[in-house]
Nanobody, 119 residues
Framework: QVQLVESGGGLAQPGGSLTLSCTAS????????MGWYRQGPGEQRELVAR???????NYGNSVLGRFTISRDRGANTVYLRMNSLRPEDTAVYYCNAAILWGKIQRDAWGQGTQVSVSS
């Protein structure tokens, strides 16, 4: 069973920065693309950023130019550096990983970490 452990959430002021990290457990599987999604109060879960095994990235429009995703493949870890935070970035952030079990691919999710942006 895959476990994704997230850390780094918390409270930040508008204009501030936070860095999230997420580490996938090891097992008889490979970790393919990893990413972050978020869900604000009363909203649907949306893509924040995603990174492929080769390092290609894509971002949600609302975070372009402010957030940066990166990963350490050897450590099965993905990071999300969030700069210029805005109150509308307040949400629960979920780590996601595409897990390949032989020829079967499934999604794994972290438990979520709260990010709150407020003065």
């Amino acid at each position: 069973q895959v476990q994704l452990v997230e850390s780094g959430g918390g409270l930040a002021q508008p204009g501030g920065s936070l860095t999230l990290s997420c580490t996938a457990s090891r097992g008889k599987f490979s970790v393919e693309a990893m990413g972050w999604y978020r869900q604000g109060p009363g909203e649907q879960r949306e893509l924040v950023a995603r990174i492929t095994p080769t390092g290609s990235t894509n971002y949600g429009n609302s975070v372009l130019g402010r957030f940066t995703i990166s990963r350490d493949r050897g450590a099965n870890t993905v990071y999300l550096r969030m700069n210029s935070l805005r109150p509308e970035d307040t949400a629960v952030y979920y780590c996601n990983a595409a897990i390949l079990w032989g020829k079967i691919q499934r999604d794994a999710w972290g438990q979520g970490t709260q990010v709150s942006v407020s003065s």
